[in-house]
Nanobody
Framework: QLQLVESGGGSVQAGGSLRLVCEAT?????????MGWFRQAPRNARERVAD??????????NDSVKERFTISLDQDTVKKTLYLLMNSLKPEDTSMYYC??????????????WGQGTQVTVSS
C-alpha cells in the first residue's frame, strides 16, 4: 500500500514555470515501481503526461510536453519523491495534475495508487 501526496501547483502566466512534487510513502518492496504524472481538465479524459521507473532506466513524455517538462525522482528506503518541472507553460497545460504509481515496469499497466491532485492554471 502506498500513499501519494502532491504539492506545488498554482497559477502562472504563459511562459512561466512550476514544479510539482509528489511524496510517496508506504511499503515499497523490491519490485520495480513506475511513478508518473497525469492530468485531467474538465470534460476531458485523464491524460498521461510523464512517467519514470524507480530504477531510473525509463522515462516517458507525452508529445505535448516534450522539451518543456522534466520528470525526476529522488528515493531512499523511507520515501520516494517525484518531481515534474514544467517550463514554458501554455494555457492548454491548465489542468488538475495527479501523481500515480503502480508496481511493475512502466507501460506494463496503469496506476493503482493516486494522489489527491494539485491544480495548475496558466493564463494567457
Amino acid at each position: 500500500q502506498l500513499q501519494l501526496v502532491e504539492s506545488g501547483g498554482g497559477s502562472v502566466q504563459a511562459g512561466g514555470s512550476l514544479r510539482l512534487v509528489c511524496e510517496a510513502t508506504g511499503y515499497f518492496s523490491d519490485a520495480p515501481l513506475c511513478m508518473g504524472w497525469f492530468r485531467q481538465a474538465p470534460r476531458n479524459a485523464r491524460e498521461r503526461v510523464a512517467d519514470i521507473d524507480t530504477r531510473n532506466t525509463y522515462t516517458y513524455y507525452n508529445d505535448s510536453v516534450k522539451e518543456r517538462f522534466t520528470i525526476s525522482l529522488d528515493q531512499d528506503t523511507v520515501k520516494k519523491t517525484l518531481y515534474l518541472l514544467m517550463n514554458s507553460l501554455k494555457p492548454e497545460d491548465t489542468s488538475m495534475y495527479y501523481c500515480g504509481a503502480y508496481f511493475g515496469v512502466c507501460s506494463s499497466g496503469s496506476p493503482v495508487y493516486w494522489g489527491q491532485g494539485t491544480q495548475v492554471t496558466v493564463s494567457s
